[in-house]
């Protein structure tokens, strides 16, 4: 049934996902869904766990290869690739979970719950080069890095890229760009 609600989602949208067009696209019954779900809400809120479990999994795999890289620039530049790839790939289940769905307290539990997984993994590729960062409190330091950084994912799934400043910027710039301005924020001198 969740893999017929997403396939219904991936081609109408949120409004596609009825009680009745999910039963019949899973050639299920009703009891089954009811059962299973107990309501549409119940059947966002699997959607949106299945949906967190995959991010997860997939921020992990950006994780590991920041862990790879050899110094703290370089491993800020993978972090900020992956994590603006993702919120690319992903706007529209993102777009309608943190903001269509963002009175649902249970979602809203959900999502908090993964966003401080996302910061667990960025602030430990970020203090696996710990060294080279000077601000005297490095795991604050990580923590500022990180929401600067989801900040620019939020605004990346609410907004086209032209909408903000009529400016045009390619994504590799953009990712430079920031990757550039955490780096130094993490390496300059406090004081």
Not at 16 to 44: M, W
Not at 95 to 103: E, G, I, P, Q, W
């Amino acid at each position: 049934m969740l893999d017929a609600a997403e396939s219904l989602f991936a081609t109408g949208g949120p409004d596609a996902l009825t009680v009745e067009a999910v039963i019949a696209q899973a050639k299920t019954s009703a009891g089954s869904f009811y059962a299973r779900f107990g309501d549409r809400d119940g059947l966002f809120e699997a959607l949106h766990e299945r949906f967190l479990g995959r991010l997860q999994t997939l921020v992990e795999g950006v994780g590991v290869a920041g862990l790879a890289q050899p110094t703290l620039a370089a491993a800020v530049g993978v972090l900020v690739a992956g994590s603006l790839q993702l919120g690319r790939q992903h706007r529209e289940s993102l777009l309608f979970f943190a903001v269509h769905k963002a009175t649902d307290e249970r979602l809203r539990r959900q999502g908090v719950a993964a966003n401080r997984g996302f910061a667990a993994t960025f602030r430990q590729v970020v203090l696996h080069h710990q060294r080279e960062i000077l601000h005297p409190d490095p795991p604050q330091a990580a923590d500022v890095a990180f929401r600067m950084l989801f900040a620019l994912i939020v605004q990346q799934v609410m907004f086209e890229p032209r909408d903000l400043t009529g400016r045009p910027m390619s994504e590799r710039a953009f990712v430079e760009e920031v990757s550039r301005s955490l780096t130094g924020y993490l390496m300059a001198p406090v004081g």
